[in-house]
Each structure stands twice: as structure tokens, then as C-alpha cells.
């Protein structure tokens, strides 16, 4: 049996639907379980008397959380406690660098998984396509959105790839103490971006630089509590430094086919973006 978490959010219900066609025996680890239509128990990283009965019977642990990788912890003691054989984590691009945040605060939870001798596979993915998605808002009612990323590239990826190398690693052998830099297959700027998202919709999309403090001024405006919005800053210094840029092999090697391009995300998501009211 395998427990998947966060099969809510944008990886964990790709993962879904790559065990489903793989007719694999999963389990959702939900906060609100019964809840999505899916074979589901609770499961709160914030309430650890759920991580036992949801970690019964399960050989394979999907780990993914939001909002604080630190929550992880307990969960990897639990699953060692409960006998899981396999941990695949879903980290971060370059997290063993330990040169920007996000990446040492995964990495934090990679080492404590090692430490604890349960066998794993750390998949590290750059950038999801999908994080485009919450820019939709302003493309669709101003024809542009706004990045503090200057002309950095990065080798963004589609999570329905990250989704289908999660599956197989979850359901074959041979990916045991691996860990696997997942990228697109080529690498971007947002100005190409936003040429391939106007060729996609038909209408005219820009890509704004913005400089960090008034980006970070909107995450805050927005809700978005003030470290985590620093880290987001730290992490597009990160792509300025151009350590974002690099392609690999990784998604094709596991699942035998060659990752999405941005083309094929902006073809699929185009309604998403495109207005009615732009030229
Ligand atoms: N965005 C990127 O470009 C990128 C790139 C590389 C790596 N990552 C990493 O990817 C992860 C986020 O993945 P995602 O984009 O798929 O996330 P997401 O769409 O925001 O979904 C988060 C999932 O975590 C669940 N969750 C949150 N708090 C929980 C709790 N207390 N107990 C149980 N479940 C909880 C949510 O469930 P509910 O439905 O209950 O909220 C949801 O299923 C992060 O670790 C991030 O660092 C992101």
C-alpha cells in the first residue's frame, strides 16, 4: 500500500493520477478525508495522533507538505516507527546545494530521512509550468504579469512529469537512495515565456520585471506571511545567479518519455489565460 500526502494540491493529485493508471494500491493522506472522492484516511502534519493509524499497513510513503517543509519531521520518525520501507520525498531543485532557503529547508528533511535508515528517493523538481497559473489574473485583464526574475532562465517543469516519475518510483525498484534533479527540456526566460503564452492564447502577453521590494511588499499585501516571502525573493536570486538554468536526462530516464515543453503546458492550460476582452 502506498500513503500519498498532499494529494490535494498541484503534484500530489498528478501523482494520483499516474497510480490510478498504473492500477496501484494508494491511499490519500488527507486533512479532510472522504472528502476528494479518492480511497482516503486523515492525515495532518500538524496533528501527529493522525500519522499512525494513516501509516498501518503502508509500505511506501509519499511525503509532500506546503507551508513549512519542517512539518515533514515527525512524520519521517512515524513512518520509521510504522515499518515503511520506502520514503520518496518531493523536494526542491539543487536543495543539495543548501545555497537558498527552500533548498536547505528540504534539504534539512533529506538528511533526517537518511539518518534514519529508511530507504528513500528524493525527487528534486526546478520550477512548476503550473506556477503561471497564479498569474492568470493579471495576463487575462492586463495582458502581463510581474516577476522580480530580471532575464534569469530556468528549466521549469510540468508537475504532471514530476507526477509520473513519482508513480513509477512508487510502484519499481532500483530508485532506492536516489535522488533525481527533475527539469523541463529546455530552458526559459519569462520574456519567452510570455511569447510562447501569447502564441498559445492569441493575445499579446508581456513579461514585467519587478524590482524585489515592491514584489515582496505585494506577496505581503497579499497574505503571504513575511519570511516566506523573503525566501521567495532569496530563491529568484537564486535563478539570477543563473543556478536554475541546467537540463537533464532525470524525467525521461525514469519514465521513458521526454518531459512536457512549455508549448505543450500553454497549449493545454490556453483558456486559462486568454481573455476575451484583449486584442
Ligand atoms: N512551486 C514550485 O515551483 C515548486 C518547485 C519545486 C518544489 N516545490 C515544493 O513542492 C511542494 C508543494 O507542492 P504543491 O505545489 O503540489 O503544493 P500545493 O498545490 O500547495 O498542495 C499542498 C498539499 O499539501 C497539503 N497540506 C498542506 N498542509 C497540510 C497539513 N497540515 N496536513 C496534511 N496535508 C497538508 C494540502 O492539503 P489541503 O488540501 O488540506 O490544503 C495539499 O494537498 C513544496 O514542498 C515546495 O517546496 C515547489
Known amino acids: 500500500m502506498i500513503l500519498v500526502t498532499g494529494a490535494t494540491g498541484k503534484v500530489g493529485s498528478a501523482v494520483v493520477k499516474e ?9 490519500a493522506g488527507l486533512r479532510h478525508a472522504g472528502s476528494m ?4 484516511v486523515a492525515f495532518d502534519f500538524d496533528d501527529p ?20 517543509t519542517e512539518r515533514e519531521a515527525p512524520a519521517v520518525d512515524a513512518a520509521k516507527a ?42 528534486r523538481p526546478n520550477g512548476f509550468m503550473q506556477n503561471y ?40 525498484s532500483g530508485h532506492e537512495g536516489r535522488a533525481y534533479a527533475l527539469s523541463g527540456p529546455e530552458s526559459l526566460s519569462n520574456g519567452e515565456i510570455a511569447r510562447k503564452l501569447s502564441a498559445a492564447t492569441g493575445n499579446p502577453i508581456t513579461y514585467v520585471d519587478v524590482p524585489d521590494d515592491v514584489f515582496r511588499q505585494s506577496l505581503v ?12 525573493i532569496d530563491l529568484n536570486h537564486y535563478y539570477i545567479a543563473g543556478k536554475g538554468a541546467a537540463v537533464t536526462a532525470d524525467v525521461e530516464s525514469v519514465t521513458g518519455r521526454a518531459p512536457r515543453t512549455f508549448d505543450e503546458f500553454a497549449s493545454d492550460f490556453a483558456l486559462q489565460f486568454k481573455s476575451e476582452e484583449l486584442p
Open 133 to 172: 497559473l497564479a498569474q492568470a489574473a493579471t495576463i487575462k485583464s492586463q495582458g502581463a504579469f510581474y516577476l522580480p526574475a530580471r532575464d534569469s532562465k530556468y528549466s521549469l517543469i510540468d508537475v504532471r512529469d514530476v507526477g509520473a516519475v513519482a508513480a513509477r518510483v512508487l510502484t519499481a
Open 19 to 27: 497510480l490510478e493508471a498504473l492500477k496501484a494500491p494508494y491511499r
Open 49 to 68: 495522533e493522525t500519522f499512525g493509524p494513516a501509516l498501518t499497513g503502508v509500505e511506501k510513503l509519499f511525503l509532500l507538505t506546503s507551508g513549512g
Open 221 to 232: 499585501e497579499a497574505g503571504v506571511p513575511g519570511p516566506y516571502a523573503d525566501d521567495y
Open 37 to 40: 472522492g479518492m480511497d482516503s
Open 82 to 123: 510504522a515499518g515503511v520501507r520506502h520514503i520518496v520525498k518531493l523536494s526542491v531543485w539543487g536543495s543539495d546545494r543548501e545555497d537558498f532557503a527552500f533548498g536547505r529547508n528540504h534539504r534539512a528533511i533529506e538528511k533526517r530521512i537518511e539518518a534514519s535508515g529508511v530507504p528513500y528517493t528524493f525527487l
